[in-house]
């Protein structure tokens, strides 16, 4: 890690209690260093960042990172805090704090940066050193691996300490065949061994997190653990000797697993990254049973998938093929709300300017006049309705690239500009990429010539697979969807009493059940699709979603305001953020309380998600934006009932929230910042 970090670079004082002032005081010396060139626009990249998930690791490590179109070269700041920061680690707040800054688009280099910095991060000497290092330039120097840590006369390797330096620990293949033999050993006494693959949509931080948590607990149970990481740059295949000796298997990933056959007839635990990165041992305990109890997964033929999602599965069963298949719809979902955000919010501004009859204007390529704002209103319609007319076609062809990869791309856009000729709509667009990725799956397990290889994905499989798909959309599937999606269409139109009050229930559960998991998606996406064609019925079910998503972090919000003895410190400062990601729509903003109180917080926001729902139904309110949050309220029907809706919902939840709080504490827990800590905090709910 030569040169991305000085002495400048290095705070072994860092005074910061917060996170969010750690990464400023971090990052205001990486500007000095001429190595960001806006400071808040940086800042707003590795806060976004870490939204999606903690950056903090067990032993008292947090690591902000993020890709910037503010950073110049890739940088390192490390900072080293006396009092602890809380990153969400398990085993509570971290002293050393690593700030990791690449350009957008340098995928390697953060890629490197992140993974040798956390495999050298494995090795308590090295942490060890860190902490007692008293002069920046010395431990500038420890980082890059220039300086040898203390007592070993060189650098450790990364990721294998010496066995003395961790109670019980083996290092991988050195003293474990000395190990007595035990049912999970194999028969000449060697360790158990696995083999694990980890992956997550960006294939950086948490990739390797999964990685090194997976190694280190197989250390520390005498297991031979090797990892294959998967992600944005590519991967590097496992050895297949080491596979075909390896007792088990551990898929750590949120999105699919590249070539899955290699690892057919082995007993295999399939979870999620977060589970491997807070679980490990849990999940080589499973792998260990697996194998006593001869279990052996069914993984299919293919498996060379992209990087479509966050679920995975072997496909052996059918809650696997649930599992893979709302893979492959969120994928597209993923790919498409852009073009919705995009183009819908012109609509919504047109129509703001110019009234709705703006959408029946001439096009602007023919006539339009600079001072007039009916013009520019048109030209707006004009621009947001090309967006949306996109909308179906990138829908379909990520679902097919999310199946498929590149070569399901064209028959995905093919089969989705299809969809919309036949009037099949969102549906058809659906339909369309499934299909598009059937057929080039089963393209792709044709036996071809060695010399066709080349040609098969730019040439052959999307000719083929989009005559294919544009065949099954002309004449055979595309007019009796068409019909469904009119019927759907006639459906919510003739939507009214009660039954529009159910739907709002449901809508509400939804968005508020895993605040931008697939279920909240799930139900955006049947919102966003009704606009593509809108009707009053559509638009009210965009209102009724719209207004539920809003409820969980406003609920967190005026919860921490009204009770703030009920939260800690950093729930408090997320709280205050959450005010203004709630206003905004963005449902996410109440993840952070969700995760660390999910029984009480999670029943308390879909309670007023439904409560909000219903009553936007009840009450007809529309929407013609699908995004926004209060700023599009001039664009809502009825738009006084609809904040009366959500303030509504809002107090719900807040008062549920504050009564299953308020009734967990116990006297154990002093009022004000006791419960400061993980620890804390499961003592006080216990």
Not at 489 to 495: A, E, R, S
Not at 523 to 529: D, E, L, S, W
């Amino acid at each position: 890690m030569s040169e991305l970090i000085t002495a400048e670079l290095v705070d072994l004082d860092l005074s910061a209690a917060t996170k969010d002032a750690a990464a400023r005081s971090l990052a205001e010396r990486m500007v000095a260093a001429h190595r960001v060139t806006d400071l808040d626009g940086f800042l707003a990249d590795v806060a976004a960042r870490e939204a999606q998930m903690p950056t903090g690791l067990d032993g008292g490590i947090g690591i902000p990172h993020c890709r910037s179109e503010h950073v110049s070269a890739p940088t390192l700041a490390f900072g080293r805090s006396a009092r602890g920061i809380d990153f969400g680690a398990a085993d509570g707040p971290a002293d050393l704090i690593f700030l990791i800054a690449a350009p957008a688009g340098a995928d390697d280099d953060h890629l490197t940066i992140l993974s040798g910095l956390a495999r050298r991060l494995m090795d308590p000497e090295f942490t060890a050193a860190l902490r007692a290092g008293d002069d920046p330039g010395t431990v500038a120097a420890l980082i890059r691996g220039e300086e040898p840590a203390p007592e070993t006369g060189a650098a450790p390797e990364a990721g294998t300490p010496e066995p003395a330096d961790v109670p019980e620990a083996k290092a991988p293949g050195a003293e474990a065949p000395e190990r007595a033999a035990s049912p999970t050993d194999d028969g000449d006494g060697a360790p158990f061994r696995i083999v694990a693959v980890t992956s997550c949509p960006t294939g950086i931080a948490h990739t390797y997190m999964a990685a090194e948590s997976l190694t280190a607990a197989g250390r520390a149970e005498g297991v031979e653990v090797t990892v294959e990481t998967q992600g944005s740059a590519g991967f590097s295949k496992l050895d297949p000797a080491v596979i075909a000796a390896a007792d088990a298997v551990i898929w750590a990933h949120d999105v699919e697993v590249r070539e899955k056959a290699r690892f057919r007839g082995k007993p295999l635990v399939d979870v999620g990254v977060k589970a491997g990165i807070n679980r490990p041992a849990e999940l080589i305990a499973e792998a260990r049973r697996k194998a006593e109890r001869g279990e052996i997964a069914a993984v299919p033929e293919g498996g060379d998938g992209p990087e479509a999602g966050d679920g995975g599965g072997s496909g052996a069963d059918s809650a696997h093929f649930g599992v893979r298949l709302r893979t492959y719809l969120m994928s597209g979902v993923s790919y498409m709300v852009p073009f919705v955000a995009a183009g819908g919010l012109l609509i919504a501004l047109s129509f703001a300017i110019g009234g709705y009859e703006i959408a029946d204007a001439k096009s602007v390529a023919d006539h339009f006049v600079w001072g007039q704002a009916d013009s520019w209103a048109a030209l707006l319609n004009q621009i947001g309705s090309a967006a949306f007319g996109f909308l179906v076609p990138v829908l379909a062809g990520y679902i097919a690239y999310g199946m498929a990869d590149r070569p399901a791309l064209v028959p995905g856009f093919v089969g989705g500009a299809i969809a919309l000729t036949v009037e099949a709509g969102f549906l058809g667009g659906l339909v369309a990429g499934l299909l598009a990725g059937a057929v080039v799956m089963a393209i792709q397990r044709v036996p071809v010539h060695p010399t066709l290889r080349g040609i098969m994905p730019v040439l052959v499989i999307p000719l083929i697979a989009s005559a294919v798909v544009g065949f099954l959309m002309f004449i055979v599937v595309g007019k009796p969807i068409a019909a469904l999606q009119g019927a759907l269409t006639d459906w919510l139109n003739g939507l009214s009493g009660s039954n529009a009050v159910i739907l709002g229930v449901v809508l509400g559960l939804m968005m508020c059940f895993d605040m931008g998991g697939p279920l909240n998606k799930v139900a955006y996406a049947f919102a966003v699709g009704g606009l593509a064609d809108p009707t009053d019925g559509s638009l009210k079910v965009m209102a009724a979603v719209m207004a539920a998503g809003m409820v969980p972090p406003l609920a967190l919000a005026l919860a921490t305001t009204v009770r703030k003895k009920l939260f800690t410190k950093t729930e408090r400062e997320n709280g205050r953020a959450a005010w203004v990601l709630g206003a905004s729509f963005i449902t996410e903003g109440a993840i952070p309380f969700a995760a660390a109180d999910p029984l009480r917080v999670i029943p308390s926001v879909m309670a007023g998600g439904a409560v909000t729902g219903a009553l936007s139904m009840a009450f007809g309110c529309t929407l013609r934006a699908p995004h926004g949050g209060i700023f599009v309220v001039p664009l809502i029907g009825e738009p006084f009932l609809y904040l009366l809706a959500i303030a509504a919902g809002t107090l719900v939840a807040t008062a549920l929230v504050v009564l299953l709080k308020g009734a967990q504490r116990t006297t154990a827990v002093p009022a004000g910042e006791a419960a400061t800590t993980p620890e804390a905090r499961v003592g006080a709910t216990a």
